[in-house]
């Protein structure tokens, strides 16, 4: 069974940063369109920035000039560097990764074959 490994959540007040990173196989990760959502709690989940095989990237309009998704090749590992939280970023964020190249990102959960297991972030006032 295909294993993402995220790691970065946590607990932080309005304003603070974190940076959320997911490492992920080298076959499945090679070329492949990633992305990140978030549930937070009653609500549907969401897509939040992704990366199509280009290098190309896509945000919610929520997210837009406070979060930046890279993804390091070398390393197999995606990243979301997230700024100037917000009390409604609070959410578990999954990493997702397509599994084939694409151009041009999509936020359709089910475009995406493998998950990580989530990692929580909470803000507070």
Known sequence: QVQLVESGGGSVQAGGHLRLSCI???????GSCMAWFRQGSGKKREGVAGIDSYGVTRYADSVKDRFTI????????????????????????????????????????????????????????
Do not use: H
């Open 70 to 125: 890279t993804r390091d090749n070398a390393k197999n590992t995606l990243y979301l560097q997230m700024n100037s939280l917000k009390p409604e970023d609070t959410a578990m964020y999954y990493c997702a990764v397509m599994g084939t190249s694409c151009t041009g990102v999509t936020f359709t959960w089910d475009a995406y074959r493998y998950w990580g297991q989530g990692t929580q972030v909470t803000v507070s006032e």
């Open 24 to 30: 992920a196989p080298g076959d499945i990760y090679k």
